[in-house]
């Protein structure tokens, strides 16, 4: 019973607790608001940068702080095409304004919606490729891989706001009108832009839940917690490191392009140090090495900001570092390890009762047969007595 009681709740874990998300996300269109779904649209968005953070930290040990960089990357790209689909055949308003006369060279590929959704995704991998390959080759682990990815993400932000003609500057592209040749505004149009996030974290959460089930899943936990162990099986620890830290970077250039859609707008801002740093809170809150646990805290995290945000707008940011710190004292393995650990506990007392219940009736019947035994010795020597 108790392998049997124990697979059952590993499905129920695993299939069940994301059932259970996506059952309110798929409704939520009938009940929120045009406004109140985009927000949550944006909180989703958020939900896949935590998930490829949680692959690479939850499972493979490695805290990044630049996951704003692969962010901004791949919204940038995206704003490029939408930018020039707003434009037309005109230069971007902040070109003309930098004092621009024509697009810059590297601007013109992104004419092509082919190239700027491959974009999205290549251009955030291929530079989380090449830091990854230099650093871990080097192996630096650790504090200091996560300085360096903050310190990249610092660098980055500080080039974007600095290339005021072709980047935008401090404000980065703005006034984003159309999708696709669709008005980005229209309640239809945010109402499909909704459903294909949802979609896209569901297809990247099963990517991320067959990959950590997967061989490469258990080299990473094992990489984990033995680098050395896993180099002395034959295997090389640089080239998984870096692949699972490409595959997260390009996890979040889909969710800033998926972000700059929603928003209609990406800045330096988006990419800088706080943002990475806000998405480590929101794996630390819903719990690493989870996957689900990572898209609860995402958008836990982000809900709370918001209703802090907008209930007491002066003093919401003390008030959103006091519920992080309590969540984390109060919750150490966050929200997904709480109850994950609740219900093994709960799990226990059963099996234990159950154990007691059958031992109890185990001793019930020893004792019945027991009584059984006398009653037939007793009848087989009555005869033979009255016989002599």
Known sequence: MAPRDSALRNFVWTWGAPLALALPL???????????????????TYAIVALGLDLIWGYGGMLSLGQGLFFGLGGYAMAMYLKL??????????????????????WEPFRSPAV????????????????????????????????????????????FIGQQAITGGTNGITNLKTIFGFSRGAAGTQTVLYFVTLFCLGALYLLCRRLTQSRFGRLLVAMRDDENRVRFLGYNPVTLKTLVFALSAGMAGIAGALFVCQVGLISPSSMGVMPSVEMVTWVAVGGRGTLIGAVVGAILVSLGKSALSESYPEVWQLGFGALFAASVMLLPTGVAGFLRSHLAKVARRDARGDAGAAGARGDAAVAEAARAGEVDAAGAEAPATSGR
Not at 85 to 106: H, I, K, N, Q, V
């Open 116 to 159: 700027a959704l491959c974009a999205v995704v290549l251009v955030p991998m291929a530079v989380a490729s090449a830091v990854g390959y230099l650093v871990f080759r080097s192996r630096v682990q650790g504090v200091y891989f996560s300085l360096i990815t903050q310190g990249l993400t610092l660098i980055a932000s500080i080039l």
């Open 26 to 44: 798929l409704a939520a269109p009938l009940v929120l608001s045009d406004f109140r779904l985009n927000l949550l649209g944006k909180f989703l």
């Open 85 to 106: 689909e707003t434009s037309g055949r005109r230069l971007p308003d902040f070109m003309s304004w930098s004092g621009l006369e024509a697009l810059p060279l590297f």
